[in-house]
């Protein structure tokens, strides 16, 4: 048993170490690289950026700097992945459940339970002084869009993607609406081991491996 334990260890340990892997890094030419990732500013907001994790991750805090409420709108704000624009917002409702199950000696049980529904709101709110984060969409769907090893600039990069956000001091967005445009790029790809992924992790780094 000990012996199987032991191969099968080994075996994971080798598998890992062949699995194609790549690390990608993210770069910005005007937004600001701080101690916790990129991160923008301007009088009203401040926006920090983390792209790590597998397949990378557009992850975003939204802090509110002002004494009064800041309100965005989802549907017109989006994640744009090679000027292919992906709205935050999605007109759906998801139901989510909670069940129990009672069980009397000599029956299979009796499953009870309730659900709601939950509806994503198309404006958002950040009070004063507080923050919001989104993590929805992944910066890559498969390892085939990270294949290419190398280092890039903006025009010849594989994935240019944008953090495009409107927002208003008013929830009906009557007056004065703002817009956010914030833009990164992939400027460098190279092989790694997957087992020692972890050892380059950091806020403008991911990864992409072949299976994963």
Request: glycine content about 6%.
């Amino acid at each position: 048993m000990k012996l199987g334990i032991l191969s099968a260890a080994i075996y994971a340990i080798f598998s890992s170490s062949c699995t194609p892997c790549k690390l990608v890094t993210v770069t910005s030419e005007n937004i600001p690289l701080k101690t916790n990732g990129y991160e923008f500013e301007n009088d009203s907001i401040r926006i920090n950026y983390r792209f790590w994790g597998s397949k990378g991750k557009m992850e975003f805090d939204v802090y509110n700097k002002t004494n009064i409420p800041l309100y965005f709108d989802w549907k017109i704000s989006a994640y744009i992945p090679n000027d292919k624009m992906v709205s935050y917002y999605e007109d759906l409702t998801n139901l989510e459940g909670i069940y129990y199950t009672y069980r009397h000696a000599g029956t299979n049980g009796i499953n009870t339970g309730k659900t709601a529904a939950k509806h994503q709101e198309r404006i958002g709110v950040v009070p004063p002084h507080s923050l919001i984060t989104n993590s929805q969409y992944k910066l890559v769907k498969k390892y085939a869009e990270v294949k290419q090893s190398g280092t890039f600039e903006k025009i010849n990069t594989p994935l240019r993607f944008r953090n495009y956000l409107t927002l208003s001091t008013n929830e009906k967005f009557e007056g004065k609406v703002s817009t956010i445009d914030n833009i990164f790029f992939v400027s460098k790809i190279k092989k790694v081991s997957f087992s020692k992924t972890f050892k380059y992790k950091g806020p403008t780094n991911f990864f992409a491996s072949f299976g994963y």
